[in-house]
Each structure stands twice: as structure tokens, then as C-alpha cells.
């Protein structure tokens, strides 16, 4: 069950998201990242630290799990590789900081537990798993990781990617990661996803070019 998308869906002026399906043509945006009736709530922010930053929906859980078995790097606390391995899926999945350590940036003793088994280490360890599909989820923003992890599969001979997060110039990865997206690898399939208001983040699967 996909607590996630049912949390989102149930909440204020979603409702005009039921009852047109799910397939990828038929998502709107959410209510906006911050909605205000009386004192403040941030919906968003709440769902993010429970669940994940992108909301999966079973077309993109399906295609993902497809590609099994799967290498994810930057886990978080796993809600992805909870459905994915739901799905069936083989999935290892790494995490710098995984919710359980203390040294976590985004774990709070409230958030209650991770999803799913989820594997203490770095980018690095795309590298060793040329063979499993490399999965990467809401790379931070700006930041090295992303490159990292796609340098070292690349380079031991990955050749399968499933990335789910913004185009470049957006808030997911850095200018490297999307620099090499655009020059050695061609997206084969686009699964749209429920969004954010703001927010422009879609599933692409990719293939390593020749």
C-alpha cells in the first residue's frame, strides 16, 4: 500500500486529483508547499521527513522495479525501496546517513523508523554493483553526490539509470550530474509524478550510450 500517495491525496484541495485515473497525463500539482488556514501548516515538509521527497505513484514504482535488480544511493529512510521491494524488486539500498544513525541530517527520534533495510555508505558504492541497476532518488541539490555515484557506476560499466528528481537547473543534483546525463546517456521512458506546487520532479529511465 502506497501510504504516501494516500496521505497527499487526502489532503486540502487535492481532492481534484481522484477520480481521473492514474495514468502519468492525468497529475496536477498539489496545494502549495505551504498552506495557510489559521496557524501555518507545512504539508509538504511533514510528508518529506515520513516518507520521501518525491511521491511515487505504482506506474512508477512498476517501471522501476522492472529494472531490477537496483543499486540506490541516497536512500534516505527508504519509503522507495519499501515499495519497490513490495514490488518484487531486489534492491540494495545506501544511504551516507541512514535514519538510525545519530549523525543523520534529516532524522528526528518522532520520525519513527526507517521503511526498509537501509545499508550505511556513500556514492562510492554505485561502483561495485555494475550489473544492478543504478537508482537515484532527490539527489541533493547542488551537490556532488549524484555525479559521484553516476561517475563511479559509469566507469565500472553501468549501464542502466532510473532517475527521479528535476531537469537541469532544477533542485535535484548538480551541473556535472546533469552535464553527463545530457552527453553519455539517452532516456528511453518519462513516468510523470504527482508534484508539488513549484515543484517539476518525473522519472526518467536511461541507458547508458555507446
Not at 502519468?24 to 495557510?36: E, G, V, Y
Not at 524488486?89 to 545519530?102: I, M, S
Not at 562510492?124 to 541539490?141: N, Q
Not at 547542488?142 to 565500472?156: Q, T
Request: charged letters at 25%; glycine letters at 10%.
Amino acid at each position: 500500500m502506497n501510504d504516501y500517495l494516500a496521505a497527499c491525496l487526502a489532503l486540502p484541495r487535492a481532492h481534484g486529483l481522484l477520480g481521473r485515473g492514474f495514468a502519468s497525463s492525468s497529475w496536477d500539482t498539489l496545494p502549495p508547499m505551504r498552506w495557510s488556514k489559521g496557524d501555518r501548516v507545512d504539508y509538504r515538509w511533514d510528508l518529506i521527513r515520513r516518507y520521501a521527497f518525491a511521491i511515487p505513484t505504482d506506474e512508477a514504482v512498476a517501471a522501476v522495479a522492472a529494472l531490477s535488480p537496483l543499486v540506490e544511493i541516497g536512500a534516505g529512510r527508504g519509503y522507495w525501496a519499501h515499495l519497490l521491494r513490495e514490488a518484487g524488486a531486489d534492491v540494495l539500498a545506501f544511504d551516507t546517513y541512514p535514519p538510525r544513525y545519530a549523525d543523520s541530517g534529516w532524522w528526528r527520534p518522532g520520525d519513527g523508523e526507517p521503511w526498509t533495510r537501509i545499508l550505511r555508505g556513500g556514492p562510492e558504492r554505485a561502483g561495485r554493483y555494475p550489473d544492478r541497476t543504478l537508482f537515484l532518488c532527490w539527489p541533493p541539490y547542488a551537490s556532488g553526490m549524484a555525479a559521484r555515484a553516476l561517475r563511479a557506476y559509469d566507469r565500472a560499466g553501468g549501464r542502466r539509470l532510473a532517475y527521479v528528481g528535476e531537469d537541469a537547473g532544477g533542485c535535484t543534483g548538480d551541473r556535472a550530474f546533469h552535464a553527463a546525463l545530457e552527453r553519455d546517456w539517452r532516456a528511453e521512458r518519462d513516468v510523470d509524478l504527482p508534484r508539488w506546487s513549484g515543484v517539476h520532479d518525473h522519472l526518467t529511465i536511461y541507458r547508458r550510450q555507446p
